[in-house]
């Protein structure tokens, strides 16, 4: 399952990290709708709002339907059938739906046979492994490039920051029965876990892999639903570490929830390539005081061992001097 997500870039990063190519070829940048209604958040919860890729022909019947936007949208669907004035009465949990029965159950099958698909945005997304009646949480992401990662502010087209992991979902809309604004909310499709993932937890989103796996689940136009249910499987193209029950309580937004942690005794333990030059890169670079600056380094590692826990040390070293960060000076639910 997927119950609990961090998206901590601001709204025209994540822009900046969406850059795709349409149908003729040429390189864009989605626009946002709504960007008001989202906040960056180290820890997102369902009910909270979220960054979603869809295609702008739901929003405008005569546009190109590989074109893309960004809209604000709350983590949990309400079908457009409920009838309740307040949405928050809906009897049972949304934020997820079962890859193997959403084509049995209306609350899903009505959006995608509509055509609603999105894409679900995240720097990746919490698990909770349960062992010995405890729950150790991990954060689980896409495998970073290699390369150091850029600040994200110069002016190439190519987005040198963290890649954003993409989770496939259903959308829909919502009219309040006595007249209202719309709203618009999803779930994260789930499905099997993979052989990584299966000892943390049985199930896991359903990740769109690169480009052209996104641009089939968008384009309702030009991909059936028959087809697009193909791209519902698990990957091992996945990357995760143990962090801190810090993050359990959805209050807390913070850096601290992203950052590895060591488990079990203090033992020498080999480091990995990946780490050591995360290890590197928090001792040499001087963190910048933005608004929605992560901890980032170049490269981060598919726990197998615990780590050294001077790993997590050096961390909260660095986290120390981001007394300016906003995001982690206001803690809030999102």
Known sequence: MCGRTACALGADRIRRACVYRDNHGRTRQPEWRDADKYSPSYNKSPQSNSPVLVSRRHFEKDADSSERVIAAMRWGLVPAWFREADPSKMQYKTSNCRSDTMMEKLSYKGPLIKGRRCVVLADGFYEWQQHNGKKQPYFIYFPQPKQEMADGKDDDEEWKGWRLLTMAGIFDCWEPPDGGDALY???????DA???LSDIHNRMPAILDGDEAIRKWLDFTEVSTQEALRLIHSTENIAFHPVSTIVNNSRNNTPECLVPIGLGP??????????KMMLDWVKNKSPKKEEDDLPRWSSQFIQITAPKRTSAGLMHQWLKKEEGDPCAKKPKTQ
């Open 185 to 191: 909310t999803y779930t994260i499709i789930t499905v």
């Open 194 to 196: 993979s052989k990584g």
């Open 266 to 275: 203090k033992t020498e333990t080999k480091v990995s390539t990946s780490s």
